[in-house]
């Protein structure tokens, strides 16, 4: 059984940094898909950033230059989102999803759409204060 658990949230203030980590558990993909999304109330979830088993990443316009997807080479089951340069609008709860690929190299890996991921954590809460 897929399980994905994210940490690392809390409350910030604006310009400040926060460390999210994912781990996966009951799956082993040797090719995958991997991303962080973001809902924050009353709207639509949102993709973040993408990182797939080659280590190839992707990253929304919103985050870019400010926000680092990272992932454990060692254990390809750990994942990380190093947020920085904080602002109110990051505030959301952030998902991280995983799907398994079946070539190698792994294809086209985005955030773009929560569609394409069929395993997801429960989320952790970001909250940026002005």
């Known amino acids: 059984q897929v399980q994905l658990v994210e940490s690392g949230g809390g409350s910030v203030q604006s310009g400040g940094s926060l460390r999210l980590s994912c781990a996966g558990s009951?799956?082993?993909?040797?090719?995958?898909?991997m991303a962080w999304f973001r809902q924050a109330p009353g709207k639509e979830r949102e993709g973040v950033a993408a990182i797939d088993s080659r280590g190839s990443t992707s990253y929304a316009e919103a985050v870019k230059g400010r926000f680092i997807i990272s992932q454990d080479n060692a254990r390809n089951t750990m994942y990380f989102l190093q947020m920085n340069s904080l602002k109110p609008e990051d505030t959301a709860m952030y998902y991280c999803a995983v799907e398994p690929r079946y070539t190698d190299p792994p294809g086209i890996c985005t955030a773009q759409d929560p569609n394409d991921f069929g395993d997801w954590g429960q989320g952790t809460q970001v909250t940026v204060s002005s």
């Open positions: 009951g799956y082993r993909y040797g090719s995958y898909c």
